[in-house]
């Protein structure tokens, strides 16, 4: 593997990296494009850091949960808006063709740096999560296929999410001997245990089957009956509310779907995910005042 990290994803001598830096201030700049009522706000910033054989990190991507719109009416979707203006910011944009439920999803690029578009049902709210390419300050590494955050599913417990073999980090013919995987089935310099996904398969992590089996869509399209709370006044501030709230398995990364629907005579807005971490569905929903 090389480095293919982008110019941007240096590390600065604040140890800060570049192109978290870059990045969050690109995303601010694309989403204010379409003026939306609310946002946009960095409702969310982390980093998923990555490792080989040690526990011990060998480096880090950095990652922004940007919001706008959610006002407690319904609005006109900003969706193309924003897509033309990545466009426009010379993003190679691709959108989704499986839009279900009133939700729209696409995926922008740019050198390493990825960007999930996703409009929710009813509310308008629209999110965008980026993530910077991973860096690894001591290391000459490629980029891992999955990192916690952007990872479909569960990351595999044998590569943790690298796809490749690392016992010779996906270099099988480098040393004085060839690596065991160089006979794997997966392919040389492969993981074996994922055959070089980055991720578990389906019989060990039943949670992934869904996205797998297309007759089981519809319930994972319905928002679960939760208790309803109150105390927002958008379905932005209540995003922002519980991005902040972990998994029972202390996990808080979950990519969050939104639907905003008029209930008798309250506004209901609905979240619901995966957790990243235990692969349980989490929901929660909020009662909003009527315009
Ligand atoms: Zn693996
Ligand atoms: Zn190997
Ligand atoms: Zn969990």
């Known amino acids: 593997m090389t480095d293919t990290n982008g110019e941007h994803a240096g590390r600065g001598a604040s140890g800060v990296s570049g192109g978290a830096v870059w990045l969050r201030g690109e995303l601010l700049d694309i989403a204010s494009a379409p003026r939306p009522d609310r946002g ?4 969310r910033e982390w980093t998923d850091s990555v490792r080989l054989r040690d526990p011990a990190p060998v480096g880090f991507r950095s990652l922004f949960l940007i919001g706008m719109g959610g006002d407690a009416h319904p609005s006109p979707s900003k969706f193309g808006e924003v897509l033309a203006a990545f466009a426009g910011a010379g993003w190679e944009v691709r959108r989704d063709a499986s839009d279900q439920d009133g939700e729209s999803r696409a995926t922008a690029r740019h050198e390493d740096f990825e960007v999930r578009v996703y409009e929710g049902s009813g509310s308008g709210l629209l999110t965008l999560t980026g993530w910077t390419p991973v860096v690894c300050p001591e290391l000459r590494l490629g980029q891992p296929s999955f990192t916690l955050s952007t990872a479909p599913g569960a990351l595999c417990g044998d590569c943790h999410g690298w796809g490749v073999c690392l016992d010779c980090e996906g270099r099988p013919y ?26 578990r398969s389906s019989e060990a992590a039943p949670w992934m089957r869904p996205r797998q089996e297309p007759h089981d869509t519809d319930t994972e399209g319905a928002f ?3 208790p309803v709370e109150t105390g927002h006044d958008s379905t932005l501030r209540a995003l922002t509310d519980v991005a902040q709230r972990a998994c029972t398995c ?22 619901g995910g995966t957790c990243q971490g235990c692969g349980v569905r989490r929901a929660y929903a909020f009662a909003l005042p009527l315009p």
């Open 40 to 43: 946009p706000v960095v409702v």
């Open 174 to 199: 480098s040393r004085y001997e060839r690596c065991w995987c160089a006979a794997n089935n997966a392919g040389p310099g492969l993981c074996a245990e994922c055959a070089g996904r980055g991720l």
């Open 224 to 226: 679960p009956p939760v």
């Open 250 to 271: 202390g996990e808080f990364r979950c990519s969050w779907r939104n639907s905003l629907s008029r209930e008798g005579d309250r506004l209901l807005s609905r979240f």
